[in-house]
């Protein structure tokens, strides 16, 4: 039987990544974007697109029509990346009402297999450095944040189903970065502000960045390898602010930055930033949520997806490097304008 790919979020970074990485395999498939975006991520590639709101269980009817002719492999990539520290319901809605609506329609049409992309936010923090593994139960009050709460609870809505019979593989990214991103993703606006010259200082801290490609292939990987009812990290490693800020100045031949803002003033002036972006109608590079994260744990093992996925990971520097490339390209940057 022909294989179907139905990606949802198919026009956002990992989307748009997993997409043509499915078409570079020759594989057919059906990309459901939200209705009136004008993303450009997709152009040029031999994709089915169906446009809706997830958000309504009927709008996704036209996504799973003939499903039931192929062999259909769900990859459910939509959902809002938030550091924002007020509730914002259309957060929840997409997150977690999105996603049980998803599962309705795979259990309706008996697809045969969901993969969900989780985040490593659902899972709870350890301390003092403490490893950071796989879990099987998730509770939205064990973890900080709107963003991993809803994630949190939409990938216990998932492991739920598993129960009812439907086939699902989780898949918990950490911070993604790389090229391709045509939106305003956190990582993305980082190298921006840097290469611009708008960032003029930095704070002491990190987090475990990796490369969208490598989240790409290991979620591929997933659709034949991964174990019903299993969740997979896939992560790198903790990097510092500081040393990817050097390396984009080693890589970009700019001054390195100098100034660090200590951790009191960032945490002070956070609601102030947050205020400043809103009113400039921009997603803010930091606050108070984005410094707690800087701080956390992120000593997330990927050993799992590694044994049983074949999952590899790419350096740093090949990341930020593909990443300015990307941007000059797309004439993101004040200079290739």
């Known amino acids: 039987m022909t294989r179907l790919y139905i990606v949802t979020g198919a026009a956002g970074h990992l989307g748009n990544t997993i997409v ?81 609506n998803l599962i309705t329609q795979c259990q309706k049409h008996r697809v045969k297999r969901l993969l969900y992309i989780s985040s490593v936010h659902a899972i709870p923090e350890q301390p003092e450095r403490q490893v950071i593994r796989e879990i099987t139960d998730f509770d939205p009050a064990a973890v900080e944040g709107l963003y991993a709460k809803t994630k949190a609870e939409a990938t216990k809505l998932v492991l739920a189903s598993v129960t009812a019979g439907l086939d699902c593989v989780v898949l918990h990214p950490s911070g993604i970065g790389g090229p391709y991103d045509y939106g305003h993703g956190h990582f993305k606006q980082l190298v921006m502000d840097f290469l611009d010259g708008r960032l003029t200082a930095f704070i002491n801290g990190g987090y475990d960045f990796v490369d969208v490609r490598d989240v790409s292939q290991g979620i591929i990987a997933a659709v034949d390898k991964g174990r019903t009812g299993e969740c997979y990290i896939l992560s790198n490693r903790f990097v510092a602010v500081s040393e990817l800020l050097h390396l984009l100045a080693e890589l970009s031949g700019k001054k390195r930055l100098k100034t660090i803002l200590p951790l009191w003033f960032a945490q002070l002036t956070a609601p ?18 984005s410094l707690y994260t800087l701080g956390s744990n992120s000593n997330f093992s990927h050993q799992k997806a590694d044994t049983e996925l074949g999952y590899t990971t790419r350096s740093l520097r090949e990341t930020l490097q593909d990443t300015i490339v990307f941007l000059q390209q797309t004439n993101s940057l004040k200079q290739s304008k």
């Open 20 to 100: 043509r990485d499915l078409c570079r395999m020759g594989e057919r498939v059906r990309c459901f974007v939200m209705t009136d975006d004008p993303s450009p991520a997709l152009d040029g590639l031999n994709i089915e697109i169906v446009y809706g709101d997830i958000c309504q269980l009927s709008g996704l009817d036209p996504l799973f029509c003939d499903a039931d002719k192929f062999e259909t492999i769900v990859i459910h990539a939509a959902g809002i990346i938030s550091i924002a520290t007020k509730f914002d319901q259309n957060v929840y809605d997409v997150n977690v009402t999105g996603t049980l």
């Open 272 to 289: 102030l930033a947050e205020l400043w972006y809103h009113l400039k109608k921009q997603k803010p590079l930091y606050t108070r949520y």
